[in-house]
């Protein structure tokens, strides 16, 4: 499977906040190992923009991102995904249980921002879902690097 790149989909409700980090942190944490996608159940149709605020603060932003329809991975022609991860309040039973490709599916519980009440509590609920997202895609990251090895190895 050398120069394979794993496929991965981040689903949250509105693919505004928490699958928008989870792409554009795989795609920083990732390497030429993984390609990231994000999505919504119904889409805001735009990326919060706190959360363009401090995915630029942090140099995560990738300007490429865009708010979608999951709807868009099960067209003829999208690609076919190794892994998709739904996030936050998106839960599992909310998620088709088939997807082309047959991937592993997998369900991230992370801090929802949108709970926030003042603006104060909202960016520091925001920093928290980032950092919550940042620890899990380096060890997704680390664990699908270390079996790709072994594979190789084998």
Same mark, same amino acid.
């Given at each position: ?15 505004? *906040? ?9 795609? %920083? ?10 999505? @919504? ?10 959360? *363009? +605020?401090? &995915? ?6 990738? @300007?490429? &991102? ?5 709807? +868009? ?41 949108? %709970? ?5 509590? &909202? ?8 950092? +919550?997202?940042?620890?899990? *895609?380096?060890?997704? *990251?680390?664990?699908?690097?270390? +079996? %790709? ?6």
């Amino acid at each position: 499977m050398p120069g394979k790149r794993y496929k991965v989909l981040f689903i949250c409700r509105d693919n505004a *906040v928490h699958s928008i980090m989870a792409e554009a942190l795989l795609k %920083r944490w990732g390497g030429a190992d993984f390609c990231a996608f994000s999505a @919504g159940i119904k889409p805001a149709g735009a990326i919060d923009p706190r959360t *363009v +605020e401090l &995915l630029k603060e942090r140099r995560i932003w990738q @300007g490429s &991102l865009l708010s979608k329809s999951r709807q +868009e991975f099960f067209e003829r022609d999208a690609p076919r995904m190794d892994f998709v991860i739904s996030l936050g309040e998106c839960p599992p039973e909310n998620m088709p249980k088939e997807w082309p490709g047959n991937p592993q599916i997998f369900h991230w519980r992370i801090t929802s921002p949108e %709970r926030a009440g003042t603006p104060a509590e &909202l960016a520091s609920a925001l920093v928290k879902a980032l950092t +919550e997202l940042e620890t899990r *895609v380096k060890l997704f *990251v680390l664990v699908y690097k270390k +079996e %790709r090895t072994k594979r190789t190895a084998a």
